[in-house]
């Protein structure tokens, strides 16, 4: 007997169904296919740039550089602490460098303000605050010492400070305190400042002095009396003993006033 088996009813390749394996999944042949076949037939725009924009830590860096350059001080004498910039700033990306410059009034010590300043095509400028620390040996007291105490080797050492933290001008050398009283008492460590210290009496009224007259290659010394006190450089009346005759001298040394023939 024959059978007659049902006419072979096949799709059309066109419409055929991609491969498939046992589980029913694509093969890797066919889903590489597919993926050729979709990029051919399928334009992607590229997508859109992002704004470009300011790199503010770089900002915080160049003030930074732009300080220390200015300081002009050995490596490791200056401390800079640049201000944090507000994170929601928006600064167009320069494309021409950055112009810095100390904003007016500011210093290199202490609290300050940095211009920074962009000229590109699209221009922008802030101000950046710092605190700059400006370190440098200064004189300090070694032990407690009295009101009135003349300054000895011994009573001073030197030790680094912050410059902007002073309130007086220290003195860095035994030499800027010569012949200088202390005008308060300092304890040990204090910082020694020219407002601490005064110019000692090198001549009290009543003392007898040397008068010396000088001029001309030519020098003559005479006894007098001091008609004043007087620090070094300070112009006091003097009376000479000789001829009873009071002139003005400048105090030069301890006992010791000088006038010009």
């Avoid at 725009?45 to 930074?64: G, K, T």
């Avoid at 001549?203 to 009396?225: M, P």
Wanted: charge should be positive; glycine fraction near 8%.
């Amino acid at each position: 007997m024959t059978v007659l088996m049902p006419q072979d009813r096949r799709v059309p390749s066109r419409f055929a169904r991609p491969a498939r394996d046992r589980a029913g999944f694509l093969t890797p042949r066919r889903v590489m296919a597919l993926i050729l076949a979709l990029s051919l037939g399928v334009c992607v725009p590229p997508p859109a740039l992002a704004e470009s924009h300011q790199d503010l830590e770089a900002v915080r860096r160049e003030v930074n550089d732009f300080i220390l350059k200015r300081a002009s001080r050995p490596e490791g004498a200056v401390a800079v602490e640049v201000g944090t910039l507000d994170p929601r700033l928006r600064l167009a990306a320069c494309e021409n460098r950055l112009a810095l410059a100390l904003a007016p009034g500011s210093r290199l010590t202490g609290n300050t303000l940095v211009s920074v300043r962009c000229n590109g095509n699209r221009p922008w400028s802030l101000y950046v605050s710092a605190r700059v620390k400006v370190y440098e040996q200064v004189l300090v007291a070694t032990r407690a010492l009295p009101r009135g105490a003349a300054l000895k080797q011994t009573d001073v050492r030197p030790e680094k400070h912050d410059l902007a933290s002073l309130t007086d001008t220290p003195l860095t050398n035994l030499d800027q305190a010569g012949g200088k009283l202390t005008t308060q008492a300092l304890a040990p460590g204090d910082i020694i400042g020219y407002r601490s210290l005064k110019a000692a009496r090198l001549v009290r009224r009543g003392d007898k002095v040397t008068i010396l007259a000088s001029g001309n290659g030519l020098e003559v010394r005479a006894s007098g009396e001091a008609l004043a006190d007087g620090i070094e450089g300070e112009s006091i009346g003097v009376r000479n003993t000789a001829t009873n005759k009071a002139i003005q001298a400048v105090v030069t040394a301890a006992g010791v006033v000088q006038v010009r023939l």
